[in-house]
């Protein structure tokens, strides 16, 4: 937070309504900025809805475009009000913040180009920029610091899974073959992940009985092992919360573990004002 | 549950039966009440079985008509013997009740049209008044505290899966495009819910090799994803049996939820010795 | 176990093989029990496969009447050697016991009947005879405690989630209509058990797009409450765990929380041995 | 890791290099072999898409042989540098890394056999050589012991989900019989067990309301067994972090593993104080 000496008086201004989210106008702005993000992505939305009739979509190119212009205008002024704003440019948020704005005006380059629809489809990242609203809600950051400390041990659990599922996905195009829709080993890796994860959509499903029955081990596999990810973020959440829980501190006796609700000190009895409990860290 | 002096003996008699549950006539009401609501939510169901004969569903309609009448009955009770009417009225409870019985009457009026289906669907709302008796289970109340306890944590977590959906039916939609089922990016958001739910209907299922290997991703992160609504809710479940069981009332103050090693009362401020800290059950 | 004075010593010999599994007869009765119990099983499974040749069919029939006489006579037997056979009779296993072995007699009586397949079918609860011989194995003590401590929480749970699948299944009706398959209400309420469960045949899926909004908003409720069982029992059994653990007590100085395979006391430093660890309950 | 007096400096280089991992050269050979290894897999899988052109599979033939060699060269210098080669011959990774080689030598000798493609799948177990370098990662071993520690209790709630499958398998083929699909037995136990784990394909559906009622009853049984394994897994899971958190070592027997409060060292008897009582890491 510590401002570079140049700084005009409008740039500290407007760093505290857009970045900021203490002060009224920060907060209004953020409020504007995530009904604008909605209404963004829901015109892009509907934009694609073939059903409607062809007149809406020229509304919905002209308020596209209008989104667009605010979107690269709040851009400019981030980078403007920034204190490093080379950081802000390379950050994911301004990464993010970027890519929401360019494939518009590319568009205008490449109007009919193939390749051009999955650039367009970057305009979606915009609905990310509504997470950055969310860092300052405290429940997120402790979902984001139990998902972050269950991280490696989410990973191992996915190369287990990757590696389950090419086994299973090679048995059964050797069982099943290509006549019953297991074409080819990866197709049949694709049927596996879809049966361990339980979605099951029934597209390519075993017809022989040995297949259905190498199919019930696996669905018996995933059933078992869907809980893992769970114990390892519960494990986790549990813990992160005891901690939130205990991380208060009576400041006369030192010690922790009370209730935020708490008017005296567990310990030593002490009355429990504003400036006697310490939140640790 | 202090009632106005100008109050009856007749509403305070009727209060205890119909709002109460601690007497034996209480007791037999609220049974009563569950018998019907759940015979008038039968009548309905059987009443949309176009399969059944056509004089069955006179039979039903008498039924409902009976049934309505009760209901009605029971709500203008409920009004007269309340304490405090008005904030019957207006409650949650109070509303479901009045909406459970209106449609009938309105389908007099506007008997054949087409949003009176919608309307008598009301009815169903019924069913809903079978969780207020819940209410008194100790159970119910832990897991409603729970729930209450994590609503915060699981909304951000709804958000953040609504974002998911939105930019992986949105990379669907490029990907695989109208000629495979994904007609429009609402549809492919609404296959992108499926799928990360592990519901999968297969309705729409990918048919392209880039289809299917980015189905998997969204397959293998909703299969992760599904640990975290888990995780936050038995965390704060354990969180609120740990409390409960331990809950160690002050003889002085008569307030509980003190920890077993707990010195002083945290409400207010005594000693905690071993008679003074009371188990409760 | 306290048998009553007129048992003879066979009859004691035999309850120890056939109820006991202390001694070495007892357990290998066991063993045989079980591979008699899943070959009856497999047998009746492979009886069912229309695509096996007719000749072996006979041979499933008379493979069949070598068990079911088998299962009789140790069902007589269990009633002679029994202290209390009307106890037996009466129990759980008792029924099951019977159930498995009488439709087989009846069908010679009423061979051909309608209703006879139905009652076939019972001859499958022989599989939960398999179920007796794990009450001796600790963890599914365990785990049958969890569960029926529990129970009351899932019941509750139950209940919210009926109300919940008539409400979303009378709104799909209304909505989707019998022109996309919610034919009846108790079609659409099925349709939403599919859903909530995550299970998603797919046999009905909405076809308008309010329909698919709706269906929506049923996944992502299904997607949280799937939670709610998992956290119940997760509590439950991280409870069970721990108070297994904290169940052994140093004779000494009569404090628990140590671990199996402790050598001295973590409190007084005594040493632990077979009698100085004592298991509470 | 002692070795025999016999063995040469080079043995123990490449005992170092092959089976190390402490060493850089050690560090570096196991990322050669697991880019090899995922090349080789990634092969595989593309030699099995019918629809590359021929003269593709032509190179994958010579990349496969190339691997094969690398791998047989491997696994020999396994077995030369190893202190106990029996032992290594004879351990899950020793079979496996045999297995993953052996198919593609078979298959010059019986090269169109029909049982051969079953053999060739056999490759595929070299995707389990992945997992032998994770066990270097401390988050694995955790893993491990947790799903080690569930392991009974997981087995015995396998078994009671066998029998469940079997009876509701059966009853469904009694009331939905073979003209809906469930043409026998074991076809409708198959189906029982992709309606529980809430796979849920949708190849075979109940048609009739009775078969749709059932249904529904093992599908909310499946929503509150799913519950099962998790807490099984989440328990465990909790209790190994838990431990390892506390890895506190007595100093006087340097054994880990004790209480925060612990007073004396459970495995020697030496009172801890807080000198003799050392956090580990």
């Known amino acids: 937070m510590e401002s570079s000496s140049t700084r005009s008086p409008l740039q500290e201004r407007l760093y505290d309504i857009i970045f900021g989210f203490d002060s009224v106008a920060g907060r209004r702005f953020d409020l504007v900025l995530i009904v604008l993000i909605l209404s963004s992505v829901l015109v892009v939305l509907l934009d694609s809805v073939s059903s409607i009739p062809l007149h809406y979509h020229r509304y919905f190119f002209w308020l596209e475009m209008l989104f667009t212009l605010f979107f690269t205008v709040e851009y400019l002024v981030r980078i403007y009000c920034s204190p490093k704003p080379r950081e802000y440019i390379l950050s994911f948020y301004g990464v993010i913040d ?84 297991f074409t080819s080993i990866p197709k049949s890796v694709y049927w596996a992940i879809v049966t361990i994860t339980t979605v099951g959509y029934g597209d390519i499903s075993p017809a022989t009985p040995l297949g259905q029955a190498l199919a019930s081990l696996v669905m018996i596999t995933g059933f078992a092992i869907i809980s893992v990810p769970t114990g390892i973020v519960t494990a986790e959440l549990a813990n992160e919360m005891r901690k939130e829980r205990s991380s208060l501190m009576c400041n006369h006796c030192e010690r922790g573990g009370h209730d935020r609700n708490a008017k005296f000190c567990k310990h030593c009895g002490v009355e429990l004002e504003d400036d006697t409990l310490v939140e640790l860290s």
């Open 98 to 181: 970027f890519l929401s704005i360019v494939p518009v005006y590319l568009s205008f380059f490449f109007p009919a180009a193939q390749g051009m629809l999955l650039l367009r489809i970057l305009r979606f990242f915009r609905i990310l920029r509504v997470l950055r609203l969310m860092r300052y809600l405290s429940e997120a950051n402790l979902l984001m610091r139990s998902l972050k400390a269950s991280r490696r041990k989410i990973l191992i659990f996915m190369v287990a899974i990757c590696a389950l599922t090419l086994i299973y996905g090679s048995l059964m195009y050797a069982v099943e073959g290509p006549e019953n829709g």
